[in-house]
């Protein structure tokens, strides 16, 4: 094996369950089975130091192993890792955009059925088409206040969870631009939607981004519910 390909394999070779390699397998495992992320749809990426991991495009997402990881630099956004038979993940150049404008660390793209129905419910309210709120609920105290030294700490009891929702494209690398426009339209966000398809969350770390997302799904459940049953998402 060439001296290349080696330095390249041990980007991804590592016993250390907490490597990002081993970490995306093991995210994408759990994901799966939450219905988050199918074989096609969704993905996740982490960033340590100067390195992106990337998980790749079509390997199912539950059969996942550390060496389909795409790595690239973070710098140079050269890749200095990409398994020859396989594509990178069309999420690449949308993890990019929390990386670099949110200073994350895990971004994480699902495919949620109750991120996806919620922009429904949301896109039938011309003055909501654009924004998902939801107020004085428990579980928002899982979702960060924002950024800056004024916005440490998760949001309270009483505040309301905004959620900006951007419109589909017809290939996922497309919403590169209107993300990163919500990013800044949105300076506190950690999450965009995206209407009839998921959603893009962000974290500090995966811990972050990991138990961001498992609250906002929580909560977009709930809010199915609530409409179900004709209950206002921001308490009146
Ligand atoms: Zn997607």
Known sequence: MAALEQHADALVTSDDPQHPANLICELCRKFYTLGWVTGTGGGTSIRKDDKLF??????????????????????????????????????TPLFLAAFTLRNAECC??????????????????????????????????????????????????YDTLKIPIIENTPHEEDLKDTLEQAIQDWPDAHAVLVKRHGIYVWGKDVAQAKTLCESLDYIFQLAVEMHKLGLPWVKE
């Not at 997402?61 to 890749?79: A, C, I, N, W």
């Not at 429904?120 to 960060?144: D, H, M, W, Y």
């Open 54 to 91: 990337i998980a790749p495009s079509g390997v199912q997402k539950e059969l996942m192993r550390p060496g389909d990881m795409f790595v690239m630099d973070f710098e140079s956004k050269e890749y200095l890792r990409r398994p020859p038979v396989l594509k990178p993940s069309a999420c």
């Open 108 to 157: 994480i793209h699902t495919h949620s059925q109750w991120a996806v129905l919620v922009t429904l419910l949301c896109e039938r309210k011309a003055s909501e088409s654009n924004v998902f709120a939801i107020s004085t609920l428990e579980q928002i105290k899982g979702v960060p206040r924002g950024y800056g030294p004024e916005k440490k700490g998760n949001l309270g009891y």
